[in-house]
């Protein structure tokens, strides 16, 4: 296995990376994620969408019936934001806000079938970027990447993605 400095080591030589080292990483993650949401971007031009908008329809997509305030946490975004975000998407007729059983005030989040199926269009292209990425790496590279990924995540983050990743896809 070759660390990130490309010197073909394993193991400590980890533990000491150089800052160029370092700094060639955080380039890399940058121009990584350019990739990533390149197609996705193609597609959110057509609807005059933007990024806030395919984060809230993945994750009222993964969590069907999730509350405002659920998703405010998982996004970290302002409720103003959210707000006119979901009132575009509201309004489009992609994601459906009901009322709460029990409590009144929340407001519980699905996608219609117009939102499901511009958000399967959405992850559907970044999962044919990610497979061609892990089918090109490896089995341990993947395990590897998911490591780093999770470790670079704050302790809230890492709470709400644990509790995704085992719903199922």
Do not use: C
């Amino acid at each position: 296995m070759a660390d990130a400095g490309g010197t073909g080591t394993t193991g400590d030589s980890l533990l000491f990376l150089t800052d160029e080292q370092l700094r060639k990483g955080i380039e890399a993650m940058f121009f990584a994620y350019r990739g990533f949401t390149a197609d996705p971007d193609r597609i959110l031009e057509d609807y005059a969408y933007g990024r806030a908008h395919h984060r809230a329809l993945h994750f009222i997509n993964r969590s069907p019936g999730t509350t405002v305030t659920n998703l405010l946490a998982i996004l970290g975004v302002t409720k103003q934001s959210l707000n006119r975000v979901l009132r575009s998407l509201i309004e489009d007729g992609l994601v459906e806000s009901s009322v709460g059983r029990n409590d009144k005030r929340e407001r519980h989040l699905s996608l219609t079938p117009r939102g499901l199926e511009l958000e399967k269009k959405l992850s559907d292209a970044q999962t044919a970027r990610m497979r061609a990425a892990y089918r090109a790496a490896g089995p341990e590279a993947v395990a590897g990447f998911r490591q780093v990924l999770e470790a670079m995540m704050d302790p809230d983050q890492r709470r709400h993605f644990n509790l995704l990743k085992d719903q199922p896809g």
